[in-house]
């Protein structure tokens, strides 16, 4: 699977962004999309998943509830809404596909950078 990522920028604290992912190739074995993201000096940590089919979501604690992860299957696109967002969410945001025979996710797209000010 191919990812192409797109959407980050510049905003202000408390603002928004929507960030997408438009993937190509294999999608019908994809079992999850996720988003990804490192802030400068620091290591890459998840931020949210979504199964392919079924759409169930799981977020990590920094950014449940102002997040939001969807999918437009029709589209093999992939969503990432960012809400009430702060600078410490200012960081490199990628996007990834888990193939239903892998155990971790194995495509990935390039980053689009997100940067919060405040």
């Known amino acids: 699977v191919q990812l192409q990522a797109s959407g980050g920028g510049l905003v202000q604290a408390g603002g928004s962004l929507r960030l997408s992912c438009a993937a190509s190739?294999?999608?019908?074995?994809?079992?999850?999309m996720g988003w990804f993201r490192q802030a400068p000096g620091k290591e890459r940590e998840f931020v949210a998943r979504?199964?392919?089919?079924?759409?169930?979501?799981y977020y990590s604690d920094s950014v449940k509830g102002r997040f939001i992860i969807s999918r437009d299957n029709a589209e093999d696109t992939s969503y990432l809404q960012m809400n009430s967002l702060k600078p410490e969410d200012t960081a490199v945001y990628y996007c990834?596909?888990?193939?239903?025979?892998?155990?971790?996710?194995?495509?990935w797209g390039q980053g689009t950078l997100v940067t919060v000010s405040s």
């Open positions: 990834a596909a888990q193939d239903r025979s892998a155990g971790t996710y194995d495509s």
């Open positions: 190739g294999r999608t019908f074995s994809t079992l999850y």
């Open positions: 979504i199964r392919w089919s079924g759409g169930s979501r």
